[in-house]
């Protein structure tokens, strides 16, 4: 693969005039693994995106201002919840569940259009989950969870297929033309019935509002089909899902790669800051409070906080003098943000306290454990009581943005953890 791709790349020194050619041979590529015309040929003769690419080509990242492709969670209901309003067509059934299967998963749309009919499974307990094809890296029969309205949508299209020349294509959604239902449906007819849906589906409002405060229509014009596989990552990195969890349910080989499938606008992000930095803890328990500018100038994040220790501060969070045992420090900083990881770090420190002692550790060791998990139990303790007496919403601003400051981390750190010694950089 590697050297056709060479040769390419010499043939078509520009990625401009390259890209048509690279498209045409990657659906060569797709068309080939999908059919029995190369069953001799294996499966890892496939083209990698990462490692054969036209000249010219890099990868490029948007703005720390900009909010990516993923639409909000408003607008990809709004499409969910009007599926049924689309109008009446020859494919509207198999548009419905084409569409729900998009807007639900997140998958590629090629991914989408090429789902074999016996796609829709239970697993062990009962659940619904979609078997798909992952074209792109070669992976097939990947399975993932769907919700019971996708399935309901799907079996809605299977009942209506029963007669007619789709009804025995091994294809859950067949090309439309009689003469091609041994085939897929295309992109365009994805596509199609995206633009039609946005046509038929009621206005709804937007966050933004004109010079006489009257909210703007939410626009859907410039929507694509690719567009909810972003919102499915942002709806999930918004739920606190960790970047190993989201790289499983987008089917990606490299965690960078799910990273860039969201951004955390630097507005948003520093109005969380603002609002948590007088929410501020040290090692005790005591809210201490930072302003804003002061926590941003004298701070770094580390696992399970922020630390002001300037040594540590000035090394980037590299540099701790107690090897990050941050619940014995007096420069700890935790804030609500970091409730998740701490709690889950309780966790681990128990259980190592409880394999310390079923080896007879000695007692030195077992303390250390101990004496952690009081002081972080502490800490979480006297964080969950001072949001419960807090107001509703002013509890609900604090949890939104704790989950954005979270997601900022995941992004700058995606599944990267502190080394436990100091390495020498020299």
Avoid at 71 to 91: D, F, I
Wanted: proline fraction near 7%.
């Amino acid at each position: 693969m590697s050297a056709i791709i060479n040769v390419m790349n010499q043939q078509w020194p520009n990625y401009g005039g390259a890209k048509g050619v690279f498209r045409l041979w990657r659906h060569i590529l797709e068309s080939g693994h999908r059919t029995s015309i190369w069953d001799h040929v294996p499966r890892a003769f496939s083209y990698n995106p990462r490692l054969h690419k036209p000249p010219t080509h890099f990868r490029t990242y948007r703005e720390d201002n900009d909010h990516g492709r993923a639409l909000p969670v408003a607008a990809v209901a709004h499409l969910r919840n009007n599926l049924q309003g689309l109008t009446p067509y020859r494919n509207r059934d198999m548009a419905i569940a084409m569409l729900a299967v998009l807007i639900d998963t997140g998958r590629r749309p090629n991914e989408v259009v090429s789902l074999h009919r016996g796609c829709l499974q239970r697993d062990r307990h009962g659940d619904w989950i979609l078997v798909y094809d992952n074209h792109k890296a070669g992976r097939l029969n990947r399975r993932l969870a769907i919700q019971q309205e996708t399935a309901e949508a799907i079996t809605n299209w299977l009942d209506s297929r029963i007669n007619g020349p789709v009804a025995e294509s091994q294809w859950l959604f067949p090309s439309p033309q009689p003469t091609r239902t041994d085939t897929c449906a295309s992109y365009g007819l994805l596509y199609g019935a995206l633009r039609r849906l946005i046509h038929d589906v009621p206005t709804m409002e937007g966050p933004i509002k004109d010079l006489h405060g009257v909210p703007v229509d939410f626009s859907f014009d410039e929507v694509r089909p690719h567009d909810f596989r972003h919102s499915y990552a942002q709806r999930h990195v918004d739920n606190g899902t960790a970047p190993d969890e989201l790289r499983d349910l987008l089917d990606h080989e490299d965690v960078r790669t799910t990273m860039g499938y969201y951004q955390v606008n630097d507005t948003r992000k520093r109005a969380a800051a603002n609002l948590l930095a007088p929410l501020t803890y040290d090692r005790n328990g005591d809210k201490i409070g930072l302003s804003p500018g002061r926590r941003g100038l004298a701070s770094i994040a580390v696992p399970y906080g922020g630390c002001t220790e300037p040594s540590n501060v000035k090394a980037g969070g590299n540099a701790c003098p107690i090897r990050f045992q941050c619940s014995g420090c007096t420069f700890y900083r935790p804030d609500p943000s970091y409730l998740p990881d701490i709690e889950r770090h309780l966790v681990e420190l128990k259980t190592n306290a409880a394999q310390a002692r079923r080896l007879n550790a000695p007692p030195y060791a077992i303390a250390n454990f101990d004496g952690q998990v009081d002081d972080f139990k502490q800490i979480v303790d006297r964080m969950r009581t001072d949001l419960a007496l807090l107001p509703e919403p002013d509890r609900q601003a604090i949890t939104e943005a704790a989950t954005i400051l979270r997601t900022s981390r995941l992004i700058a750190r995606p599944g990267q953890h502190l080394p436990l010694t100091v390495k020498d950089r020299s």
